[in-house]
């Protein structure tokens, strides 16, 4: 409302300005409902035939400098060019003489004013003003909003911090689940912000910064929110990239002013979120060191610790790129501690669960704990994500509990995106992409450390044709060498696949072969798994260059050792492949049983792989479902309905049958000539974890 209010009086003031210039340009002949004669500027010999001619009617006559006369004269008769009124500078002595030769010859035939500022000037003058007082108008707004409005005015150097107190909504330690340890660290924080006198007795100084350290999505910065609602202080938090501006000097004059609105609010906590984006080491830019970023960060380092005694301030902040930080950054008397928030466990796992949950009606067959070991690897945002989007499933179904269902097709669509099932897919891609598909789970299925198979898709989802989702059971946290070679065939093992029942390859493995390619580089450069090459680090390809910082680093790795790299990353991904190969050639009747029901289901989840691939059968699938069953609704769920529903459910399944018969046909002549159009090729795609 405030902004509407302000938008308002702009447009006033904008009207009135606007009324005053038609108004000014009006009265002095010159505005938009002016109906006088146009003016012409002449010579003075011009001047002088109008007047020996007689055709000048009123002469007004104001004296300048110097002797010079500015001359107004209006016309008896407008010319053919439609001229009424003449101006001139001329000197004021000819002037004179002209003028009274005339009017002693000719007595009263023409008026003349002397000593009078004519109406040219005074409208000169008005119309110079208005425009400056307009462009200054505009000028005042323009500055107000870029500054953050408010009638501040030229306040770049103010800093952008957002102060969160007590009475906001408050968020604590029992908000964050699944980050014991790290609670337990941040906990001391808070009990010298509530007992200081208890640390100063002893003696002790309590950490003046606390650096947290993890993936994307661990919860950084809830756990600093959450520290300063335990500790009911004030809560400052600004993001790194606020810092910095285009202006020289701006982000180290914010860093003076957050420090000085802290001081005032003392005791409280000020949180840098994405720290690196200011913070990064010194020195190691292509344009020299004495940039806006580093004098930031050299402002920073002075307010943290120089000669400034910010006592009760606790500085907290967040980064995934702590290896980029300035050193002079992380040395004690700044940051302190770090604490590295790590990803959850299966315990922490289903206690993030629990709290996302509580404001959600689930029914009785969801297992938070299944969930959670169905999810290992996901960060608190990931599991976030799942309740919620397992929550617009449910809304979606128009029912009032979420289900097991519903949760399990939430975890598929933030591990491989939604199911694209109106897309057209021909009957040659099916067939691809299943055999492509049963490579990969088949592959796995035979070596003893992949993780088990969770599902299999032929449906299109995300960017792929095809997914076949492996989730380990356990949250091993090493990785051998056995179970990276054995990731890699099962990598390769849609290719082989293909290769093998297909007599041909597509170009859908690019993923495969990318995936297969990083690890094995990884274990002959990074993890000293190649018995060739020995446990020598030989540098990481990285994928973000630090500029100046790399281009001062000497390679390491002479021609000849990049020669034996490759060499070694071929000969590990050609074992790998025919190993696959083997796999696959020992499981063809198998294959082709899976591949069949595959074809037919679209979906096998986990349980019916392996039925299959040990030899079982599966029952018929379905082919009549009414709307409740095909929305993968539980039994125990309620369901609201809209008038009209009854009326459609009674009908559905004599639709269903009809529209069932004419879709196979038209499906399948659109199918047959879409197959000979579209490339084989397009149709594969990678195994996706």
């Known amino acids: 409302m405030k902004r509407n209010r302000g938008i308002g009086t702009l447009l006033f003031y904008i009207v009135i ?42 002469v007004e006559i104001a004296m300048g400098k110097n002797n010079v006369a500015y001359v107004k004269a209006r016309l008896k008769n407008t010319t053919a060019e439609g001229v009424g009124i003449v101006l001139l500078y001329a000197p004021a002595d000819k002037v004179n003489d002209l003028l009274i030769t005339y009017d002693t010859q000719n007595p009263g035939k023409m008026d003349i004013v002397y000593d009078t500022l004519s109406e040219e000037s005074w409208s000169s003058i008005l119309m110079t003003v208005m425009t400056f007082v307009v462009i200054g108008f505009v000028a005042f707004f323009f500055i107000s909003q870029q500054s953050g409005g408010n009638g501040k005015v030229m306040n770049f150097g103010k800093s952008k911090a957002r102060m969160f107190t007590t009475s906001d909504k408050t968020v604590t330690f029992e908000d964050v689940a699944g980050a014991d340890e790290e609670k337990d660290e941040l906990a001391e924080i808070v009990d010298f912000l509530k007992h200081p006198e208890r640390y100063e007795k002893l003696g002790a100084r309590i950490p003046k910064g606390v650096l947290l350290v993890g993936s994307p999505g661990t919860g950084k910065t809830l756990l600093a929110r959450a520290t300063a609602g335990e500790a009911g202080v004030p809560f400052f938090t600004i993001s790194g990239s606020d810092f910095v501006e285009m202006f020289v000097g701006v982000g180290a004059s914010r860093v003076r002013d957050l420090f000085d609105t802290a001081k005032k609010n003392s005791p ?92 959600k009606p689930l029914s009785d067959d969801v297992d938070l704990n299944v969930i959670a070991k169905s999810t290992a ?9 799942v309740m919620n989007e397992a929550s617009l499933l449910a809304a979606r179904q128009r029912r009032k509990t979420i289900s097991m269902h519903d949760i399990e097709e939430s975890i598929m669509r933030v591990l491989a995106g939604p199911e694209k099932k109106s897309m057209l897919v021909t009957d040659d891609d099916k067939r691809i992409t299943a055999y492509h598909e049963v490579g990969h789970a088949i592959v796995g299925t035979n070596l003893e450390h992949c993780d088990p198979v969770h599902e299999i898709s032929i449906i299109p989802r995300g960017t792929a044709a095809g997914v076949t989702i492996s989730i380990p059971d356990n949250d091993n946290s090493h990785i051998s060498r056995r179970k990276v070679l054995d990731e890699i065939t099962m990598s390769l093992g849609g290719r082989a696949s293909e290769e093998i029942m297909l007599d041909d390859i597509c170009a859908g493995a690019v993923s495969d072969i990318d995936r297969a390619t990083k690890l094995a580089r990884k274990m002959i450069t990074e993890w000293g798994m190649s018995e060739k090459l020995g446990p020598i680090n030989y540098g990481a390809d990285s994928e ?16 000849t050792t990049a020669t034996e790299i490759d060499r070694e990353t071929r000969a590990i991904i050609d074992s790998c492949y025919q190993k696959a190969k083997k796999i696959v050639s020992e499981n063809r009747e198998r294959i082709e049983i899976i591949v069949k029901e595959l074809y037919k289901r679209e979906v096998l989840s986990g349980d019916e792989f392996r039925i299959l691939a040990a030899g079982g059968t599966l029952p018929e699938p379905e082919v009549k479902k009414s709307k409740k069953e095909a929305s993968g609704s539980h039994p125990k769920d309620e369901q609201e309905k809209t008038p009209g ?29 879409a197959a000979e159009e579209a490339p084989a090729e397009e149709s594969g795609e990678p195994k996706e974890e």
Do not use: W
């Open 268 to 359: 409280c906590i000020i949180f840098i979120d994405e720290i690196d984006a200011v913070g990064r080491q010194r020195g190691t830019g292509l344009g020299g060191g004495n940039d806006e970023r580093e004098q930031t960060l050299n402002q920073l380092l002075v307010e943290m610790d120089g000669f400034n005694d910010h006592q009760g301030i606790i500085i907290l902040a967040a980064t995934n790129r702590v290896d980029i930080l300035d050193p002079a950054l992380l040395r004690p008397g700044r940051f302190d501690r770090q604490i590295v928030v790590h990803v959850p466990d299966v315990k922490g796992r289903e206690e993030i669960l629990k709290v996302n949950s509580r404001n």
């Open 377 to 385: 690897g996901m960060t608190g945002a990931d599991l976030e994500n």
């Open 544 to 559: 973000d260059v630090f500029i100046g910082k790399d281009l001062m680093k000497s390679k390491g790795v002479s021609e």
């Open 17 to 58: 300005l606007v009324g005053a210039y038609v108004f000014m340009m009006s009265a002095s002949g010159g505005g938009l409902f002016s109906s006088s004669p146009a003016k012409q500027e002449i010579t003075f010999n011009e001047f002088s035939d109008y007047v020996e001619n007689g055709m000048i009617d009123t």
């Open 645 to 673: 529903d009854e009326a459609k459910e009674e009908t559905g399944e004599v639709t269903q049958e009809v529209s069932e018969e004419v879709t196979a046909e038209v499906t399948q002549e659109v199918s047959g000539e």
